[in-house]
């Protein structure tokens, strides 16, 4: 069975331009989460989807990230336009929603100059 | 709200040696906790998790976890470490066994020397 995949792997941006982060869940996982750790800080929760809708977008941290999830299956998260403090590894984590167990991707480096 | 604090951002132990990382929690309601590792270039992995079944957690790779309510930790603990334990690892909380989002702890990083 495959795992959470996501991609890029990397993405290095100038400030201001945009990048879109894909993630790919486990199939049948009806939950995609999506966290964020920023140089020496904790992973942090950014939002939840169940399905195809937003469950909890508590944790965006302002109105340049944009998320969604096509038809309940991948995830897209586009920063635009992208900041500084915007750089960081972003992780997709996705679970069946009968566990709390959440399994994660291997994260995307995000660099921006 | 709940927090995770694991003590020391950096651990460092000789081969053989006891592997003893620390996590303390804050919970207002009976916590869920979960020990995940980092390998290099790879995700996250579940290593254990307390679900109140059982106060001692057995997890893989030979690690487990005791939970102890009054002192509100969850310590991971290895008996001999080895070479290929070295890897960041993250305490988690979750407050329910549905859907409730992770709250991290910022990370201990475990060095093995030889």
């Known amino acids: 069975e495959a795992g959470v995949t996501q991609f890029p792997s990397h993405s290095v941006i100038e400030k201001g331009q945009t990048v879109t982060l894909r993630c790919d869940p486990i199939?049948?996982?009806?939950?995609l989460y999506w966290y964020r750790r920023v140089m020496g800080k904790e992973i942090k929760f950014l939002l939840h989807?169940?399905?195809?809708?937003?469950?909890?977008e508590s944790g965006m941290p302002n109105n340049r990230f944009l998320a969604e999830r096509t038809g309940g299956t991948y995830s897209t998260l586009k920063v635009q336009p992208a900041e500084l403090e915007d750089s960081g590894v972003y992780f997709c984590?996705?679970?069946?929603?009968?566990?709390?167990?959440?399994?994660f991707g291997p994260g995307t480096r995000l660099t921006v100059l | 709200a709940q927090s995770v604090t694991q003590l020391g951002s950096h651990v460092s132990v000789s081969e053989g040696a006891l592997v003893l990382l620390r996590c303390n929690y804050s919970?207002?309601?009976?916590?869920?906790l979960f020990w995940y590792v980092q390998y290099p270039n790879q995700g996250l992995q579940l290593l254990l998790k307390?679900?109140?079944?059982?106060?001692l957690v057995k997890g893989i790779n030979g690690f487990e976890a005791e939970f102890k309510k009054s002192e509100t930790s969850f310590h991971l603990t290895k008996p001999s470490a080895h070479m290929s334990d070295a890897a960041e690892y993250f305490c988690?909380?979750?407050?329910?066994?549905?859907?409730?989002?992770?709250?991290f702890g910022k990370g201990t990083m475990l060095l093995v020397s030889p």
């Open positions: 199939s049948g996982h009806d939950n």
């Open positions: 989807f169940v399905k195809e809708s937003k469950q909890d």
């Open positions: 984590a996705s679970s069946p929603g009968t566990t709390n167990e959440q399994f």
């Open positions: 307390y679900t109140s079944a059982a106060t």
């Open positions: 988690a909380v979750s407050v329910d066994s549905g859907y409730s989002t992770l709250t």
């Open positions: 919970s207002s309601v009976p916590p869920y």
